[in-house]
């Protein structure tokens, strides 16, 4: 009998992934439910016999098993968008049922695991450290320092954290392993519990993914066996976007408010319960099970540019015409990924922007779209790579408009904890508005505005407006407890510097 197989996918389901299956069920089909491709402008994608046809409907059943379908795009293994990647992390996405235990072994699953354990834990965090794993989820601070500095810290209690917190526009990599490939992060932080002598780990999961949650579940229950002695539970967040920073998630999994704390101490030394803690991204932890395989850390080394070894899961989001996961080493530039990978803009109009590094990344433009994907080359160019998300504009878009999105962004997410992001966020909004209507300011509106050095009497020009824009975003940057009022200068800055035309 023919094998129709269907992503399960969050992404796929939302676009009737579901009632597809159950239409090839009815046709008398065996039906298999497997990752996604990360083709998503072609979700939901079905393939038989290694052939794909998409974005397909219950009413395409008869024509693709009469082999008549016109939406037939051929051997998916063989499509451009795959077979010009280099999976690591998704190696087996599309291929292989996200909770079958026979499917992740057959395809190299616990290998990493198992001769982590043959290692001394040493070993382990030193091939970490070979490798040049960086985290994947903001800084990009070596993973392997981190996991050197839990295993030195004295301790009778350690924790490995897990921050599946995905809340940054325009990324998906986090849902899309743990909801097609859960037992490689569970066998990542199984490697990471070995390697710093820690019995205790948590995934944080923000609740706005119920689908992910239930396979963590599912997965923790079927694998136990594998990575006993080590416990993993899954904590689900309230969906606060500050809970995405570390120590703001150690305080809500201990039941606390969703709290920035201030550093020092670092989690690494005093984090969950005030013990030594681990605290990694999900695409951080799952590449540790191919750094652990035979040679894999010296493979993973060779690939990228500098400093920014690997691979990374780069989502294609917002405008674009090929939206989805593409996984390729460090050094890709913006132009590749945007207009030859991604295909332009959905829209058909040209290009005016990305943001790379959800909402408090900086805005590019196609001036700079030959920038190599690389954390140093970003950083000097004031921007981020951050979780590996980018969100395409097009020509339409009013960037003042975007810049004082994200001042209110950050007013609305912000814990409340320090006063830079607390009240200069709101003061930034407010700051925007009177810089797009031109007009002066009232002396009741000065004294609204933060005490800084600077300010002004009431009458400032615009030119003065603009200025106290820039004491702004500095005061923010560098007074700011944690990323999120820090990072918000970064497309405010930006969007004021390349497109000053859309602040008149």
Known sequence: MTTVRIPDDAQAIALGADALAEAFAKAGRKVERVSSWGMHWLEPLVEIDGKGFGPATPDDVVAILDGSSAKAIGIIADHPWIASQQRLTFARAGKTRPLSLEDYQSSGGWHGLTRARAMAPADVVAEVLSSGLRGRGGAGFPAGIKWKTVADAPGVEKYVVCNADEGDSGTFADRMLMEG?????????????????????????????????????????????????????????????????????????????????????????????????????????????????????????????????????????????????????????????????????ASGRPVKAVQVGGPLGAYIPPAQFHLPFDYEAYAGADALIGHGGITVFD??????????????????????????????????????????????????????????????????????????????????????????????????????????????
């Open 181 to 345: 490939d859960p037992f490689q992060l569970i066998e990542g932080m199984a490697i990471a519990a070995y390697a710093v002598g820690a019995g205790q780990g948590y995934i944080y999961v923000r609740s706005e993914y119920p689908h992910a949650i239930a396979k963590l579940n599912a997965a923790i229950k079927l694998a136990q066996q594998h990575i006993a002695p080590f416990q993993l539970e899954v904590r689900v967040g309230a969906g606060a976007y500050v809970c995405g920073e570390e120590t703001s998630l150690l305080n809500s999994i201990e039941g606390k408010r969703g709290e920035v704390r201030a550093k020092p101490p670092l989690p690494a030394l005093e984090g969950l319960f005030g013990c030594p803690t681990v605290v990694n991204n999900v695409l951080t932890l799952a590449a540790v099970p191919h750094i652990l395989s035979d040679g894999g850390s010296a493979l993973y080394a060779r690939l990228g540019i500098e400093r920014s070894k690997g691979t990374m899961p780069i989502q294609l989001a917002g405008n674009i015409k090929h939206g989805g996961l593409y996984e390729t080493a460090f050094g890709i530039s913006l132009d590749e990924l945007v207009n030859e990978i991604g295909g332009g803009t």
């Open 395 to 504: 020509d339409s878009t009013d960037m003042g408009a975007m810049a004082r999105f994200a001042f209110q962004f950050c007013a609305a997410e912000s814990c409340g904890k320090c006063t830079p992001c607390r009240i200069g966020s709101t003061r930034g909004v407010e700051l925007i508005d009177r810089i797009r209507e031109g007009g002066k300011v009232t002396a009741d509106a000065v004294e609204a505005l933060p005490q800084m050095h600077n300010a002004r009497k009431a009458g400032r020009s615009r030119e003065e407006e603009l200025q106290l824009l820039e004491d702004l975003c500095e005061t923010m940057q560098f007074g700011s407890l944690c990323a999120l009022g820090g990072f918000t200068p970064y497309p405010v800055r930006s969007a004021l510097k390349h497109w000053p035309e859309d602040f008149s």
